[in-house]
Every structure is written in structure tokens, then in C-alpha cells.
């Protein structure tokens, strides 16, 4: 029975020839009854009154050894093999391996759909750059992450309300932009990144969570944010420079 509960064989048969005994006993004859062999008696013994099985005493200067009542030891077993499960089921494990996969993900109704999951997902933080007519697809979920308390800052290109986020910066895309292909951009919690672009008339995404694309991405969607604020403000100064013009309408977007 012992030895279902991770007790050794030694450790068995010293608490079987214990359990067995009407009177305590001696080590002498412990290694007698029980087989175990006479240099690991001591270690054995020691191991079972440190796990409560077994009880020592000195008598007439001779130390004996008794055995914990089954009984008790049972109950003790039971009791100990109970808090052993309780504590396994409040535990929770993470995997704290990073994942470095970039996963591919094309038609664009599916990366729509999984745009959505990852906004419902974030429990802190979205950071998304998209063109207006997705902004309105996502809305209602921005707003309810906000309201939530999830920090939501948004990029969009396209004229949209204002007021609709507390952090919304707007690039109304003059001719030049307009023929900029669209893209996507969303960031989860500064954990995972989703962004899409259109490839040869198809949408196509990658999705990952690889710290260095997460890093690149955060500062990126930043970037963006900065640029929106210089053209918004000095707009006819830069556009009439072909120079900075030509520069500015490289970018992204």
C-alpha cells in the first residue's frame, strides 16, 4: 500500500514489520524481520519518523522504534492525498516559452474575422491603423473595449467623427493617397500583432507574437501617428515642396 503512496520498498517493509509487531523494536531486530540490509536501516528509519509513519523512543538507553496505528496512517494518507489534488486543480501553469511563429493568413474575410477576435481579446491595450470603412466594421468593439477600460489608440484613414475615441487621429487622404493600396494594423496588448496588406488583389495577413515583430510594429504604428499630426498641421507647406512631398506619399501611409 505504502508503495502506491511513493514510499520505497525499504521504507514498506520497515513500517510492514512495525505494523506487525505487538511491542516496539529495536533496529537489530528491524533488519532481521524486515530484510533491510544493516547500513540503511538507520536512513530508512529516519525518513519514516520524519514523514510521521513511525515513532522513536530511548529505553534503557536502547532506541525503539513503533509504528503510526494503520488506522491513523490511513487517514493521514487519505487527508494528505486530497490536499494534493485541491492544491493541483487551484493551480494554474503557464507556458512562459516564447512563441516566435508568424502565421499566414489570407481572403479577407477571414482576416476580418479574426481582426474581431483579437480586439474582443485584449485585455489592456489596442493600438489599430486601419482605412475608414474597416474603422466602421471595428467600431462598436473599440468602444466597448474602451468603455471597459482597455486603452484604445486608433489610426484612420478617411474622414470619421472625432469624438467616437478619446485617442483617434484622423489623415484625410488627399488624390496622392487615395491610390495607396489599403492595409491593416492591429496590435494586442503589446503582445500581438496583426497586420494585412493587399497583394495582387488579395488580401493577405501574418499574425504573430514574436517580441522583436511586436517591438517593430509598436513603434511603427507610433510613426505612423506622428506623420499624421505633421501633414495634418503643416500640410501646405509639405505638399508644395515636391521634395517632401514625394517622400511623404512613400510612405506607408
Known amino acids: 500500500m505504502l508503495r502506491k503512496f511513493g514510499f520505497s520498498q525499504?521504507?514498506?517493509?520497515?513500517?510492514?514489520?512495525?505494523?506487525s509487531s505487538s511491542e516496539p523494536l529495536d533496529a537489530s531486530?528491524?533488519?532481521?524481520?524486515?530484510?533491510?540490509?544493516?547500513a540503511k536501516i538507520y536512513e530508512v528509519l529516519s525518513r519514516m519518523v520524519e514523514k510521521g509513519l513511525v515513532l522513536d523512543s530511548v529505553s534503557?538507553?536502547?532506541?525503539?522504534?513503533?509504528?503510526?496505528?494503520l488506522n491513523l496512517v490511513i487517514e493521514k494518507l487519505t487527508k494528505e492525498f486530497e490536499e494534493n489534488i485541491s492544491q493541483l486543480k487551484?493551480?494554474?501553469?503557464?507556458?512562459?516559452?516564447?512563441?516566435?511563429?508568424v502565421w499566414s493568413l489570407k481572403v479577407d474575410s477571414s482576416i476580418q474575422l479574426q481582426c474581431k477576435q483579437l480586439l474582443q481579446e485584449a485585455k489592456h491595450s489596442i493600438q489599430i491603423s486601419v482605412w475608414k470603412e474597416d474603422f466602421q466594421a471595428f467600431l462598436p468593439i473599440l468602444i466597448e473595449k474602451e468603455q471597459s477600460g482597455v486603452k484604445v489608440e486608433a489610426l484612420v484613414v478617411g474622414d470619421v467623427q472625432e469624438?467616437?475615441?478619446s485617442s483617434l487621429h484622423i489623415l484625410?487622404?488627399?488624390?496622392?493617397?487615395?491610390?495607396?493600396?489599403?492595409?491593416?494594423?492591429?496590435?494586442?496588448?503589446?503582445?500581438?500583432?496583426?497586420f494585412a496588406g493587399v497583394e495582387?488583389?488579395?488580401?493577405?495577413?501574418?499574425?504573430?507574437?514574436s517580441k522583436p515583430f511586436v517591438k517593430f510594429f509598436v513603434e511603427f504604428f507610433y510613426?505612423?501617428?506622428?506623420?499624421?499630426?505633421?501633414?495634418?498641421k503643416y500640410e501646405d507647406q509639405l505638399m508644395n515642396d515636391e521634395e517632401f512631398k514625394h517622400l511623404l506619399l512613400r510612405l506607408r501611409y
Open 10 to 19: 525499504y521504507e514498506s517493509q520497515v513500517f510492514e514489520v512495525l505494523a
Open 90 to 101: 487551484d493551480n494554474t501553469y503557464q507556458n512562459n516559452r516564447s512563441d516566435d511563429r
Open 172 to 194: 484625410s487622404p488627399n488624390e496622392e493617397h487615395r491610390r495607396l493600396e489599403k492595409n491593416r494594423l492591429i496590435i494586442i496588448d503589446e503582445e500581438t500583432i496583426l
Open 200 to 209: 495582387n488583389d488579395s488580401w493577405q495577413a501574418m499574425l504573430t507574437k
Open 60 to 69: 534503557e538507553k536502547k532506541k525503539l522504534y513503533t509504528a503510526l496505528p
Open 163 to 165: 469624438s467616437l475615441l
Open 223 to 232: 510613426h505612423d501617428v506622428v506623420l499624421t499630426k505633421v501633414t495634418k
Open 29 to 38: 531486530l528491524i533488519v532481521k524481520y524486515s530484510g533491510v540490509p544493516k
